[in-house]
């Protein structure tokens, strides 16, 4: 199926099952344990062994000496097999990082052997037998070093306008230097992989990830074999965050350790090594400056920024909301990847946008304050219908203003605190803040299989469902389509035997899985009336009507399983206009008068996000959205060692995470838009949104409470103890 146009008037307007509230179809299996994630799976090949991996204790250098004999004899052990008798792996597109082979080290806990063994405890005790001694090499791990070095930030992304003319002649600047830390995605599962490669030729994989068809082709390369040898399954993910859209080091050390062994490996990656052998969020310096006209209408923005990364890497870019997010006819944005000896860094939800608004929408309030605005007013004013580049690209569906006002009235802003340290209670100083959210809301071609087995259907797509819901939101579209009761929809996913999907990222999984669901039940529809003989069928409480035909699904194939497959394609459409979604965020907070520990109070977040396809599954994601942007603003960074060049809190007593005692309110509302040039379901993501911004309305809100406007995160104690108010 193409989507080529925006769509009109259809059955997801008239909706019986989507957008409605439904619990979770898999939630009984998550809930009871029975729910197959990649290390559990005990079930699925026999004779399993335990691989443990063996990292690099230096950041940049080459490894001398490997001796590996005494891991050989120790009891227990069937293999090991160690990176210098492996030519480096071919490095699949996705990858930065070589994930094994060869001298050469890259990064701190680089994957250098892999123990395999009968038990856990005997692999882990093998490889701490290992002796390796390394020649170290002076590598490049200081950010802030790289920004007092550097003159400019390159060639912009875009520069429309005059930007120098624009704040040459503005009555109101501002010019500020904000940072934003490097994070872990830190999920509960850790990278697990179990492979059966125990003959060299096929290579069965079950793993943890949330692209199966992207990781098969990244095996198929970086082991040069063929991709029809390699069967992948992903069915549960335990959270991925854009941690495990790419081939790992655990897939790949099961797979030497199976093929080494002859035997089915097991193997995660423990907590401790995940830190540096996988993938983060890059740390960021960005300089944001803002021209304004005396009644707040902003006429220029400049954003430069840098992040770091390996070689051939592209960091992570914070400048590109600020191209298209707020009106003014003059703005310049750069971002530059800086090259360091850092582990790979990559993709991290809302990668850029939430690093960006972290800063531009803290920008936005220092201005609303300087032209003496409410913060919410100065936004409302600066909206704008079309893109700022291009004003004759508009954009699809945008309602950021109504969130603006919605939230205000649901939050009670106009009974805020109005000066920054100017109300308390006892020793708190309590304040409000908000900020304004923007991610693009991209789809991708998606694909899927329906079976109809007399009065059920199965859905078979190779989408991943990591924690967001996949299953539910696939079974309502199902439903929908064919006229079907929820509970006779089973919906089959991570399986590279299935039709390639969306997969799990970006914002775009569940807008383009659901519509491949919907071109699989098109087509299966097309089948059923082919063989009926009948035009226009609808499909309605379980039947086929028709003229004088109306007949109950389950008798339409006498007995036979009918099978229709389609993808859905979106064309070119769409890039003559701007489609994304929107966000406000509200929050209280308390400051502590003495020592400067935040405590938050409540939080309400406000989202255009296209038509809601499941407010149960989309509110969790939203919620855990916030959540994120909570640890972001407050306590997540991982702190570089300058020396050894690794990431020294990489665990997660010493990378702290927010929990629930530090949330205790929140609040969703949807304003269930449909955006029909999205997709025939009129749907838009919303898993990344939630994280947008969340981090400058709780600065913005610290500020508010004492006074102390702090351009660093996360905003811990120690960095306003000394600027409290006296």
């Keep these: 199926m193409d989507f080529n146009q925006s769509t009109e008037d259809n059955l997801f307007d008239r909706a019986r099952v989507i957008g409605k509230p439904h619990t979770r179809i898999d939630g009984i299996l998550k809930v009871t344990g029975r729910a197959p994630y990649a290390y559990e799976r005990h079930d699925v090949a026999a004779n399993q062994l335990v691989g443990y991996p063996l990292c690099a204790t230096i950041a940049k250098g080459r490894i001398m000496h490997m001796d590996a004999s005494a891991a050989r004899a120790a009891p227990g052990v069937a293999a090991v097999v160690t990176t210098l008798e492996h030519e480096p792996l071919d490095r699949a597109e996705s990858n930065i990082a070589h994930l094994f082979g060869g001298a050469t080290i890259e990064h701190y806990h680089q994957a250098i ?53 624009a704040f040459r002649d503005a009555p109101v600047t501002l010019d500020e230097v904000y940072r934003t830390a490097s994070q872990s995605h830190a999920m509960m599962e850790p990278h697990a992989s179990i492979v059966d490669w125990s003959d060299g030729g096929q290579m069965t994989v079950w793993t943890s990830n949330q692209m199966v068809e992207w990781t098969r082709q990244a095996l198929a390369t970086t082991f040069n074999i063929d991709a029809d040898t390699i069967r992948l399954e992903s069915p549960f993910v335990g959270g991925g965050f854009g941690g495990k859209l790419w081939l790992r080091a655990d897939a790949v050390l099961a797979a030497l350790g199976s093929r080494a062994a002859g035997q089915p490996v097991k193997l995660a990656l423990p907590r401790p090594l995940m830190f540096n052998n996988t993938v983060h969020r890059s740390g960021t310096i960005q300089r944001l400056r803002i021209a304004a006209d005396a009644e707040g209408r902003i006429t220029a923005f400049e954003h430069s920024a840098i992040s770091h990364t390996l070689p051939g890497g592209s960091g992570e870019n914070p400048v ?29 939800r809302a990668p850029g946008e939430a690093s960006g608004l972290a800063v531009l929408e803290v920008a936005m309030d220092e201005m609303a304050e300087k032209l003496g605005m409410d913060p919410v007013e100065f936004r409302i004013l600066n909206d704008t219908q079309v893109d700022p580049e291009d004003p004759s690209k508009p954009f699809s569906d945008r309602h ?42 991209p789809t991708m071609t998606s694909g899927a299989r329906v079976r109809l087995q007399g009065e059920r259907l199965v859905v078979e797509t190779d989408m991943t469902d990591i924690g967001t819901g996949s299953y539910t939101i696939i079974a309502q579209t199902a ?26 990222g970006g914002q775009f999984g569940a807008a383009s899985s659901t519509a491949g669901v919907y071109a699989a039940c098109v087509a299966l529809q097309s089948e059923i009336a082919k063989r009926l003989g009948i035009e226009s069928p609808r499909f309605e ?19 036979e399983e009918l099978v229709a497959e389609d993808s859905i394609s979106f064309g070119d459409f769409k890039d003559k206009m701007q489609i994304a979604t929107f966000a406000a965020h509200f929050v ?118 004492s006074g102390v406007r702090l351009r660093d995160y996360p905003m811990t104690l120690d960095r306003m103890i000394d600027q409290l108010p006296k």
């Design 113 to 165: 052997a892999v123990v395999v063994a009968e038990t856990l405890e005997q692999a882990r005790g093998a490889a701490a037998l290992i002796e390796v001694r390394y020649e170290k090499e002076k590598g490049v791990f200081d950010l802030e070093a790289a920004w007092e070095r550097l003159q400019d930030v390159g060639e912009p992304q875009a520069d429309v306008g005059d930007v120098d003319a």
């Design 320 to 348: 590109d909301q600020t191209r298209h997010f707020y009106a003014g006819k003059s703005r310049r944005v750069a971002h530059q990847a800086i090259d360091m000896d850092l582990p790979e860094s990559a993709d991290m």
């Design 400 to 441: 950021y203003v109504e969130c603006l006002r919605k939230g205000a009235e649901a939050f009670g802003w106009a009974d805020r605190n109005r000066t920054p340290g100017g109300k308390r209670e006892g020793q708190w100083l309590i304040g409000h803040g908000m900020a304004g959210a923007y991610r693009g809301a």
């Design 479 to 504: 439903a929908e389509t064919m006229g079907l009761d929820i509970n006779a929809v089973e919906v089959r996913l991570g399986n590279s035997a299935y039709p390639t999907s969306s997969g799990s």
């Design 541 to 559: 409480n379980g039947r086929v009507v028709s003229g004088d035909t109306d007949l109950a699904l389950g008798d339409v194939a006498d007995g």
């Design 588 to 705: 209280e907070v308390a400051v502590h008068a003495h020592t400067g520990e935040t405590r938050l109070r409540r939080m309400l977040s406000v989202c255009d996000a296209g038509r809601i396809l499941n407010p149960v599954t989309a509110r969790s994601q939203v919620l855990g959205g916030m959540v994120m942007g909570t640890g972001a603003a407050l306590m997540e960074g991982m702190s570089v060692d300058l020396e050894r060049g690794f990431f020294v809190n990489h665990d997660l007593a010493a990378y702290e995470v927010a929990v629930h005692a530090d949330i205790p309110e929140q609040e969703i509302i949807f304003l269930d838009t449909a955006d029909a040039a999205s997709t025939p379901l009129k749907a838009k993501g919303v898993g990344e949104l939630g994280i947008c911004g969340v981090a400058a309305a709780i600065a913005n809100a610290i500020y508010n409470a």
